[in-house]
């Protein structure tokens, strides 16, 4: 029963229409909804300080009331719904179009402000004029397009229409039609020109050609036009990610829409090459500047439909990195100011208690089954399910971090560490050695150790490309051509560089001359600025033959590197179809565990894991449909039958008793009828056959021997003395039946368990003298 109300629920979260969403907090917004669909309108910032609203249709029907302490009343909330300033319209009509007004009040009760918004709501109904030669008209998959064909056909004498030059779609004479072989889907008015075709498929793309004849059979005109059907763009999502250098790169994707065309605008304004590092306002995928911020909007056309989605961007404010951490003696590493996402267990739900603490001294994370949660760092993480995030990464969060569970005796069951370093976007080099080569992050830091010490050193001169003086100095005393953004160390020796950019890449010469003006030595380095690989992305996707493709995408990083593993060890010949050290695999049929794509370069290492299963699928669905396919076990949503496992119940009172058997209808009077009905496939398949004609004879002289323990007992009860206790006894079978795969439907209402009954009445007190035995018989049916 609950899994057939699950399936009811799934039924009813299908969604019948397009979803559209609009910003009404500007007076005057104009919003569009689809028929049949949703709208979101975002009416206000936020519903809890205001005193008290009010929005209603044309300045008369009230639809929504509500205020700060005030229960909200929703005229219309069987299909509506509202959250803090949003509201939420489902199953759209032409009556929701409309002038809508807010208005709120503040304590007083003085209007305090008000604003109007339009509504309209349109079918996925479009129209075209083809009255023009060589019109190009859209309609929407499974919508309607109307088409103005011609002013009228009162003057006209004959006229044909047809598709691709050779199926006639429609014939008429003047204001009769003569044959319109699609009548089951449009309609044709003569009086007007127009033909309306609905349920719109792919198939109806095309080129129609209008013919038009006089009295005397000559051809007086024609004209064509092109018929495209496009599905609608139905929805849009829209995913932020910060980047290391603190940009924010935003993609936004929309669902179902052929030929989708985007547009960007933030705070209202299109996007401006002051905002934008990558991309424009027309493409998909746009990489932000650092420090812009503000309300992001994405929107979504093509020819029939409109949609868009907005979200507030915020500055980034550091790296995010992941990390498993359920294998022991892992290394996690997060960037400085970040956030680190750890997975430290698959799930809390069935673990009794469990502690993470780090060092082995101080305990971070408290929790378990039944239990309250204790995080020590809650203001700026969260737990959640085995996964714990940490934001604001600090050098102090560096560690080892163990893991302890226990069992419901206080028994420590499992315990696992993991090292845990914070590194800044920084980089450390070693320039002592001449020819080194030394890496820093784009944005970030890097630390180079030029020589030991500069106190014995009478004078030394650092050069970039042998021509710009970018230091110098007399032991302790410096001067520095770039303070603002470095520091040289003479007591180490360091040469600390920050907010790298790509032109301090060069070649840099140290000289240094001893107190006769002599040069004492001369190395040199090489510095390249990298990119840091800020983020990956892992897309599978199961091929007809069973293989999995696997892409390892990164954002941002410079001469990236890939490498791959699969359940901890790196992938092998007999695992991969192709690629090995490049960012695009194919796996092997049956090849499946958690694979992990990291991918790295000088400053970087990032990596992502994903589940990877790909399992063949057969049915036939209820509509005919047959399907034969690979497809992902993770998102498989395809030839899923609901199944219910069969329950047996064994109680006894007093002397009662309940036997239960696996067998066909056994008849008997005085039954009571129930029903057991599994779809276990194990228990029709043709290897079996043995076992289970061995089964039904077994149970067949399980039922005879049970008949003569029955009949026996029965006669000795017969013969003791009266002052036995009066009693009952009862057998009941429970017989059930296994429906075989491959039957009908209907067979299964005939299946039927039955008890049956038999009750020995209260003994008389006198003796009386018996007939017979009374015996209980069961007849066994195998149904065929």
């Known amino acids: 029963m609950e899994a057939v109300f699950g399936l009811l629920l799934m039924l009813l979260r299908v969604s019948h229409g397009v979803e559209t969403s609009c910003d009404g907090r500007q007076d005057g917004a104009q919003c569009y909804g689809a028929l049949g669909g949703t709208v979101v309108l975002q009416l206000m910032d936020s519903a809890s300080e205001i005193f008290r609203y009010e929005w209603s249709k044309n300045n008369k029907t009230a639809i929504l009331q509500g205020g700060k302490n005030k229960k909200l009343i929703n005229q219309i909330e069987k299909r509506s719904s509202f959250s803090d300033g949003t509201f939420r319209i489902n199953s759209l009509s032409r009556t929701d179009s409309g002038e809508y007004t807010l208005q709120t009040y503040d304590s007083s009760g003085q209007r305090s402000e008000q604003r109007t918004l339009q509504l309209f709501i349109q079918g996925v109904e479009a129209y075209c004029d083809g009255r023009q030669d060589g019109a190009q008209c859209y309609g929407a998959l499974g919508g309607t397009v109307v088409l103005q064909l011609m002013d009228s056909t009162s003057e006209i004498f004959r006229y044909e229409w047809k598709k691709n030059k050779i199926i006639t779609i429609l014939r008429g004479k003047k204001n009769n039609i003569v044959f319109n072989v699609i009548d089951d889907r449009s309609f044709f008015t003569p009086s007007d020109g127009t033909f309306r075709i609905n349920n719109l498929s792919r198939t109806d793309s095309g080129e129609y050609t209008l013919q038009t004849y006089d009295s005397s059979g000559q051809r007086s005109e024609q004209r064509t036009l092109q018929l495209f059907i496009q599905a609608p763009v139905s929805s849009v999502l829209l995913v932020s990610e910060c980047l290391s250098q603190g940009w924010t790169r935003v993609s936004c994707s929309s669902e179902g829409g052929d030929s989708p065309q985007y547009s960007w605008t933030l705070d209202g304004h299109t996007l401006t090459d002051a905002e934008l590092l990558s991309g424009n306002h027309e493409t998909n995928n746009i990489i932000l500047k650092q420090d812009v911020s503000g309300r992001l909007v994405c929107s979504v056309r093509n020819h029939i439909s409109s949609v868009s989605r907005e979200e507030n961007i915020s500055t980034c404010k550091g790296v995010e990195t992941s990390c498993d951490g359920r294998q022991d003696g892992a290394q996690c590493y997060g960037a400085l100011g970040g956030t680190v996402v750890l997975q430290l267990m698959d799930s809390t739900s069935e673990i009794f208690r469990y502690e993470w603490s780090k060092n082995n001294k101080t305990a971070i994370l408290q929790g378990g089954k039944n239990k309250k949660l204790i995080n020590q760092i809650e203001n700026r993480s969260s737990f959640s399910d085995g996964t714990f995030r940490i934001n604001n990464l600090s050098r102090n969060d560096s560690g080892e971090y163990t893991l302890q569970t226990y069992d419901s005796s206080g028994q420590r069951s499992e315990q696992r560490t993991l090292q845990l370093f914070i590194q800044g976007v920084e980089a450390y080099c070693d320039g002592r050695q001449d020819g080194a080569q030394c890496y820093g992050a784009l944005g970030g830091t890097v630390v180079l150790q030029l020589m030991d010490s500069a106190s014995e050193i009478f004078k030394y001169e650092w050069k970039k490309n042998k021509t710009t003086t970018i230091f110098w100095g007399k032991k302790t005393i410096v001067t520095n051509n770039i303070a603002n953004r470095s520091l040289f160390t003479p007591s180490d020796g360091t040469f600390r560089i920050n907010n790298l950019s790509r032109t301090d890449s060069g070649e840099y010469t140290l000289q240094t001359y001893d107190s006769s003006g002599q040069r004492s030595e001369q190395r040199t380095l090489q510095l390249f600025i990298q990119a840091p690989v800020s983020s990956v992305l892992l897309v599978s996707e199961c091929l007809s033959q069973g293989w999995t493709r696997v892409s390892c995408s990164s954002e941002g990083g410079d001469s990236p590197q890939y490498s791959w593993t699969l359940d901890g060890h790196t992938l092998t010949d007999a695992e991969l179809l192709s690629g090995n050290q490049t960012n695009n695999i194919i796996l092997k049929q049956d090849v499946s565990g958690r694979l992990v794509c990291s991918v790295r370069n000088h400053v970087s290492s990032v990596s992502r894991e994903e589940r990877i299963s ?100 029965k006669k000795q009860k017969n013969d003791k003395p009266k002052e036995e206790t009066d009693e009952q006894e009862l057998t009941y079978a429970d017989v059930r039946f296994m429906q075989r795969q491959g039957q009908q439907v209907q067979k299964r209402a005939e299946v039927e368990v039955e008890y049956g009954q038999v009750k020995f009445p209260q003994r008389p007190r006198q003796s009386v003298e018996r007939a017979g035995d009374d015996c209980l018989y069961a007849q066994v049916h195998k149904d065929r």
């Open 614 to 713: 790909c399992i063949f699928i057969n049915c036939t669905l209820s509509n005919g449909t047959h399907i034969s396919q690979w497809v992902s076990a993770a998102t498989n949503t395809l030839c899923i039958e609901l199944t219910t496992a069969p329950t047996t119940e064994t109680s006894t009172v007093g002397k009662e008793t309940v036997n239960t058997v696996t067998i066909t209808n056994v008849t008997s009077s005085n039954q009571t009828v129930t029903s057991s009905i599994s779809d276990d496939p194990w228990y029709f398949r043709k290897n079996n056959v043995v076992a289970i004609a061995g089964v039904l004879l077994a149970l067949v002289i399980l039922v005879l021997v049970g008949v003569a323990v029955i009949c026996s007992q």
